[in-house]
Each structure stands twice: as structure tokens, then as C-alpha cells.
């Protein structure tokens, strides 16, 4: 299954590249437009040479279309051919072990041999959210419970709960009850040290949230590898970090574009979540003192500017964590400017350009 998770570089990229797609909907857009541009995003990143394409759960995020991310999956592995799909994450305390189950061994079933399973511990929203997901007020039940239901999840894909188990004679399906077959792989997400610590204990391939937790990023990987253990899956540590990146032919322009992320933060951790704002609404927004600093200290970590410097920003960041794949999230108002920065970014790396868009 290593084979599965390890990325190979191409180009003059150090590590793999690959794409983090939140399905943002800008102002004045749809979630339509959204999921159109995912579909166009999955073919450009295949046909430039990125290796892997998740999208990540959210919910109750009117500026983020990624609540479903196994429906988005199978319409992405619909419209693409070679890349490697995948959630990063799905919030498993959101959702029962056997549902994983059958949705990734459906999507397994589509697109053979190309579909990741990331997980994550955190609900992906606030917490009235995750009460209504959940059906339960309990909401630190899900996380503090989430390496039983990682064990139950990982019984139900490869289908071997022990003889006597109430779970024995229930098979998730699509999965190996119908024959041999792969699964997809496992990866744990996080923004802290509980996952990094459990994933290198269980010896699985693991995924750092950088692009929001930098000031954790190297404890964390530290702690991975530290921990780690040899499995069946990995002889060695696997550590991807996402990371906000974005390129532009202009540096100004590029600025521009990633205020409207940094907005969208400002109004989210302020209990005002929207969609993501354009680049003039973000220009002429009268910023606070404490909304400044936090808007500083959030665009310290993206890598944004032209191409040239967007590649030395994305190299010295894999240099200082030692991460073996970098996944990139382009977080911008519209389509277009999204669309460019991966090209720019392709370019900038020399991949290559391997055939016209279908």
C-alpha cells in the first residue's frame, strides 16, 4: 500500500505537489460555480503533473461548498482519469465508522487504485453544528473516542472483526467481502499532537494543517516521526503539510487576492461567517487595530507573489519541515485567479504539461 501513499516529484519539485480544494464560493458566485471550478481545478492539477486532490469537510460555512466531500469525490473521479482523490478530511466523529466504510469502498469501486481516506478528530464547524450533526450533546465524545471508531473504521474496510464480535457478520460493501480488492489508504489529519502521535504509533501516513497552526507544524512532524512505528502500510514516516499558496504574474495582484482570504478569517473567527469576499470589498474594509494584527500575522504564512517567488517560498518551507509532499490550497475570490496559481505555480516548477484539457 506504500506505493499508494508516497507521491514521486516531477519536474524540479523537491516533493510532490498536490492540491487542497476548500470549494470556496465567492461573493456574487454559487456553490455551482464552486463545484464547477473543483471539476476544472482536478483537471488542470492531473494534467499539470499534481499528484493528489482532497477536499476537506466543513459545514455551516456559507463560503465553503465541501460539506459532502465522498459526493465531490465521486463527481471529481468522473471528470478525471490518473489523479489521486481523496478527503482531507473527513471528520470522523461526525459520521458512524460502517457509513465511511461503504462510501469510500463505493468510491474505491469508481475510481480503483486513486482514492485516499483522510480523517480528522475535529467536527469541522462550531459546536451547535456538530450537536446537530451528531444528534447528541456530548460534543467531546466524538474526539475523545476518535481511536476506537479509527479501529472500528479500519475493521469495517478490511473486513476482519474477530469471530464473536457484534460486528462479525456485517460487511461494508462495496469492500473485500465481494473478493480482493485494495482500499483506499489511510491518513490522519491534525493541527496539534494528537494525531501526529497516533498516526506514527499506528505507523499510517500523516497530514499537517500548516496553513492554519504553523506556529505547531514542526512539533507536530517532530512527534510523528519520533513516534513512529514501521507497519504494513509505511516502513518509513509519510508527512504532507498543507499550505495557503498563491501566485500571481502580478505581486500586487497576488496581495490583492489573498486579503480576501485572510477576510473570510477575520469574519469566521468573529462568529461571522460569509461568503469569501472580492478583492475590492477586502481593499475598502475598514479593518480593526486587533483585526489588523491578526490579518498580518495570518498572511506571514501564506506564500504568495509571482511565480518565482511563490517556488522559493513553497521550497524553503519543505526545507525547514522536512515534509515529503507539499499540498497546496489557493484560498481567492473567484475561479480564475485560483485556476492561475496552480498554473503559475506548475510553471514555476517546470512540470509538465501533458495533454489538452478534455
Do not use: C
Request: hydrophobic share 40%; no cysteine.
Amino acid at each position: 500500500m506504500s506505493d499508494a501513499i508516497r507521491g514521486t516529484a516531477n519536474g524540479a519539485a523537491p516533493v510532490p505537489l498536490s492540491v487542497l480544494d476548500l470549494v470556496t464560493v465567492g461573493s456574487g458566485r454559487t456553490a455551482t460555480q464552486a463545484l464547477a471550478t473543483s471539476v476544472a481545478l482536478a483537471r488542470l492539477a492531473e494534467r499539470r503533473g499534481y499528484h493528489r486532490h482532497w477536499v476537506a469537510e466543513h459545514h455551516s460555512m456559507p463560503g465553503v461548498a465541501s460539506s459532502s466531500p465522498a459526493v465531490i469525490l465521486a463527481h471529481l473521479a468522473a471528470h478525471s482519469g490518473r489523479i489521486r482523490l481523496g478527503s482531507g478530511g473527513v471528520m470522523l466523529p461526525n459520521h458512524a465508522p460502517l457509513v465511511i466504510a461503504e462510501q469510500f469502498g463505493t468510491l474505491e469501486a469508481m475510481a480503483p487504485g486513486r482514492i485516499d481516506l483522510g480523517l480528522g478528530r475535529a467536527p469541522g464547524t462550531d459546536g451547535a453544528t456538530a450537536a446537530a450533526l451528531r444528534r447528541t450533546d456530548r460534543l467531546n465524545e466524538g474526539a475523545d473516542d476518535f481511536p476506537e471508531q479509527l479501529a472500528e473504521l479500519t475493521r469495517f474496510l478490511d473486513d476482519d472483526f474477530p469471530d464473536g464480535h457484534p460486528y462479525a457478520r456485517i460487511h461494508a460493501v462495496p469492500g473485500p467481502v465481494q473478493g480482493p480488492s485494495a482500499r483506499p489508504p489511510i491518513w490522519l489529519l491534525g493541527s496539534s499532537g494528537f494525531s501526529a502521535r497516533l498516526a506514527g504509533t499506528l505507523g499510517l501516513p500523516f497530514a499537517f494543517a500548516h496553513h492554519f497552526s504553523a506556529r505547531n507544524t514542526i512539533p507536530a512532524l517532530d512527534l510523528y516521526r519520533d513516534s513512529f512505528r514501521p507497519s504494513a502500510v509505511l516502513d518509513a514516516p509519510y508527512a504532507l503539510i498543507g499550505v495557503s499558496a498563491l501566485a500571481s504574474d502580478d505581486e500586487r495582484e497576488a496581495r490583492r487576492q489573498v486579503l480576501t482570504g485572510a477576510l473570510s478569517m477575520v469574519r469566521l473567527r468573529t462568529g461571522r461567517p460569509g461568503l469569501i469576499p472580492t478583492p475590492k470589498e477586502a481593499e475598502a474594509y475598514p479593518f480593526s487595530a486587533m483585526e489588523r494584527d491578526f490579518v498580518d500575522g495570518w498572511l506571514a504564512n501564506v506564500v504568495h507573489g509571482t511565480p518565482d517567488a511563490v517556488r522559493a517560498g513553497l521550497d524553503d518551507l519543505q526545507k525547514r519541515t522536512g515534509a515529503d509532499e507539499l499540498m497546496i490550497t489557493a484560498n481567492a475570490h473567484g475561479s480564475d485567479a485560483r485556476l492561475r496559481s496552480y498554473a503559475l505555480i506548475a510553471d514555476a516548477y517546470g512540470l509538465p504539461d501533458s495533454a489538452p484539457e478534455a
